[in-house]
């Protein structure tokens, strides 16, 4: 039931890629419809709002990026709240609610929203609903839905409390001291939610009540698809439920395709980012015709470039979307005669999207073809209120049931397993749905912008100067109910059409690297804050880098032999590297440079295993890297334990990051002879001391 005095909230966010932001406007837009009045600030915009003084809630959504670390546009607004000599009541006047969002595949699991309510909570403000930590790994929305939707109640009931001090008291002695949403007997509504939020939310350091979370939830397990569902047909009980939607996303872009004569090659990459454009020398694929998965190895010729890196940097590399992806949404936009003509975005000023902004990714008089090839990310999964959105632009009645469905509460399920898990582009959705025209407006307002890739840099400037190297897997998507006909990773499927004509030429390009026809690409750097040799080079170290994971660890050990060929009078630590692959003879990556780095002493163990060939003798072989950890768990604990050592960890987050992680509190915990509890504390202080550093990716 609508307020009838519009009260006001402050509405802070801190995103990174767009998502925070785009939370926070849904919130705001909502407001409007609940008879609230969200005033939404980026953390930035210090100059738009004052805690120090707010008296209204103050409702929070912030991302976490990298390792971890706040996003660039909430950095000031972290330090400011960790300054030191701020009194423990300086926020006693703040009630505030705080939605996170992270990506469980990281072992830092939303750290800049627990830390900015960790912060809060210690400096006396406190919540009026309860957190919510939302997980990218499995969707966003599965959090983020049930928490704006309890939103309302709970600010309704802050307002209420503020006037009733006595009230408040009450309250917080029912709802416990983290002030979850209360559950009353006349508010079934609100207890639901709280149920739905314990069970979905990630265990809350402020609040051990809450079970731990299940990270895997909504991706297998207690959910299924019932057979005989695909993309365009459910089966009873959806087929036949009554659907709860969600809202409309407000339109706000008007476009205007103009014919001009304004030619692509005129414009630079949006990005200013992509400084630097420059040639492929060398290309190498690693794994062997037969393997699972085609690892290939590119140089790039970075001495034009004012580019400087360590082992265990990244490089961000800016590509375009697939050329043929691109013509076939043209032509299913029906645009084709037009893929030419300039794009000319302006805000609708009839619009009712709270603080509309155009997307500053779009650069004035972009061609059609060159926004749906460089600015969108034209195969980013169909977020539920797209496909709300569609649902209006679709003709057929079948079709338009379906997508209702598909962006129900009722048909989560389906949602995840049909469109989330398979990675479905609008495009996939769009041919599944062929009575369905949407405007070139609605995928500019819902596709975020077209984002680089990052890999980590697989070489040493000492060892190959003016030369970078990186690595990375074909990513492949196969057929699926969706989906008519295998494709390949937006970013490794470009790369891999880019440098097939250096393969065929064994692998270096038959031209001057200045000559037009040589590939070229877009990077930019990506420097790591810890992820680099210990400055100290006698420090000992583990490296743990199954499959591409060990890129980075090829770049130490060529900068720690150059090292050590300079140096032949400084005592270096061990070092220790664990590979492991499917193969040995099918992606055993680097096989004779890292035999080479043991003859010559720079490597001084090095420990291998493959999963999938049968085991040599009698004896079961370690399988994956975390066996291999557990076999040698002595050196592992003397280095790390008694040495001060350092253990780096690269590659799938999904599962080998956390298997070593958790080998690795088994491993602590038996060296030291304390529980699990005990053993978590003291990983996580090697980790805090950056003698632990992961650089995963899902
Ligand atoms: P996209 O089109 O972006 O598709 C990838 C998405 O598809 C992911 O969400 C993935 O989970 C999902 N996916 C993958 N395979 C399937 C499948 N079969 N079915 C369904 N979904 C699937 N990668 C490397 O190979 N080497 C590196 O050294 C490396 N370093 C990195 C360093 C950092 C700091 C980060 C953040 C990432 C790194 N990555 C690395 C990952 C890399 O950035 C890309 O994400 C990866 O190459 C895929 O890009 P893409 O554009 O080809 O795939």
């Known amino acids: 039931m609508p307020c009838e005095v519009k009260t006001r909230f402050l509405l802070l966010y801190g995103s990174q890629s767009g998502q925070a932001k785009a939370i926070a406007e849904e919130i705001c837009q909502q407001a409007d419809e609940h008879g609230f009045k969200g005033d939404i600030c980026c953390m930035s915009e210090s100059a738009k709002y004052n805690l120090e003084t707010e008296t209204d809630p103050v409702v929070i959504v912030v991302s976490t990026t990298g390792d971890g670390e706040p996003p660039e546009k909430a950095l000031q607004f972290v330090k400011g709240i960790r300054t030191k000599t701020l009194p423990p009541d300086h926020y006693a006047h703040l009630c505030y609610a705080l939605l996170a969002l992270g990506d469980s595949n990281y072992a830092e699991f939303c750290k800049c929203g627990k830390t900015i ?21 499995v969707g966003l929305e599965l959090v983020v839905d049930p928490w704006i939707e309890g939103l309302w109640e709970a600010i309704r009931k802050a307002y209420s409390n503020m006037s009733d ?28 939610l709280k149920i739905q939020l314990l069970r979905i939310n990630d265990s809350n350091d402020l609040s051990p009540d809450l079970p731990e979370p299940s990270l895997d939830k909504g991706k297998s397990g207690t959910e299924t698809t019932p057979l005989g569902a695909s993309l365009t047909t459910s089966i009873s009980p959806l087929s036949e439920s009554t659907l709860n939607i969600p809202a409309l996303p407000p339109q706000y872009i008007h476009v205007e395709l103009m014919n001009t004569t304004t030619k692509e090659e005129n414009f630079i990459p949006p990005d200013q980012e992509a400084e630097h454009q ?13 393997a699972v998965k ?78 749906l090839t460089w600015c969108l990310e034209i195969r980013s999964i169909p977020k539920k209120a ?39 582009s609008v495009l996939e959705l769009l041919l ?23 890999y980590s840099a697989a070489s040493s400037s000492l060892y190959h100067p003016g030369k970078l190297h990186f690595v990375f897997n074909i990513v492949e998507f196969p057929q699926c109910s969706g989906r008519a006909v295998p494709r390949r990773g937006v970013c490794t499927g470009w790369l891999s059409e880019l440098i097939s004509p250096i393969l065929q030429q064994h692998g270096r390009p038959s031209r001057d690297p200045d000559s037009a026809l040589v590939p070229k690409v877009s990077i930019g750097l990506r420097p790591s804050t810890a992820f680099h040799l210990p ?11 199954p499959g591409t994971g060990v890129a980075p660890f090829i770049g130490f050990l060529q900068h720690r032999a150059k090292q050590r060929q300079e140096n032949p009078d400084t005592e270096f630590g061990e070092t220790w590297l664990f590979f492991g692959c499917r193969h040995k003879d ?7 440079e890292l035999e080479h780095f043991v003859e010559n002493g720079t490597l001084t163990h090095l420990k291998v295993c493959f999963s999938r060939d049968a085991p040599k003798g009698p004896e079961p072989a370690p399988k994956y890297v975390q066996h291999n950890l557990c076999l040698h768990a002595q050196d592992v604990a003397r280095i790390l334990l008694q040495q001060n050592g350092c253990i780096y960890v690269c590659g799938d987050a999904k599962n080998m990051a956390k298997d070593v992680n958790e080998t690795l509190i088994e491993i602590v915990g038996k060296e030291l002879t304390v529980d699990k509890l005990e053993a978590m504390k003291v990983v996580a202080e090697l980790r805090d001391k950056k003698c632990y550093m992961q650089d995963v990716w899902a």
Request: hydrophobic letters at 30%; a negative charge; proline letters at 7%.
């Open 386 to 424: 797209f496909l709300r959105a569609l649902v209006d632009y679709t003709t057929n009645a079948a079709e338009k049931r379906r997508l209702q469905e598909l962006c129900s509460k009722q048909g989560s399920s389906d949602y995840n397993h049909l469109v989330r898990d398979p990675n479905l």
């Open 432 to 454: 599944a749905f062929p009575s369905c025209s949407p405007p070139l407006s609605l995928l500019i307002e819902q596709l975020p912008k077209l984002r680089p890739r990052s």
């Open 535 to 545: 400055s100290d080079p006698a420090v000992p170290f583990i490296m743990v880098g």
């Open 586 to 592: 099918r992606e055993f990556l680097f096989r004779d």
């Open 294 to 371: 085609t690892a290939l190895l590119l140089e790039l010729d970075i001495s034009g470039t004012h580019i400087s890196y360590q082992p265990g940097d990244s490089l961000n590399v800016f590509c375009p979307n697939n050329s043929g992806e691109v013509e076939e949404l043209i032509q299913r936009l029906g645009l084709a005669e037009m893929r030419e003509h300039c794009v000319h975005l302006q805000l609708r000023t009839d619009t009712k999207k709270k603080a509309a902004q155009l997307p500053s990714y779009v650069p004035e008089k972009s061609t059609l073809k060159y926004l």
């Open 117 to 137: 309510d960790k912060r809060l909570q210690e400096l006396g403000a406190k919540h009026f609903y309860a957190t919510g930590h939302a997980d990218d790994g």
């Open 165 to 192: 001090p006595n009230q408040e008291r009450n309250d917080r002695a029912r709802t416990g001291q983290n002030g979850e949403p209360a559950e009353s007997a006349d508010n079934k509504q609100v207890a639901d």
């Open 278 to 290: 420059v040639p492929v020398t060398r290309a190498v694929q690693l794994s062997r015709e037969d």
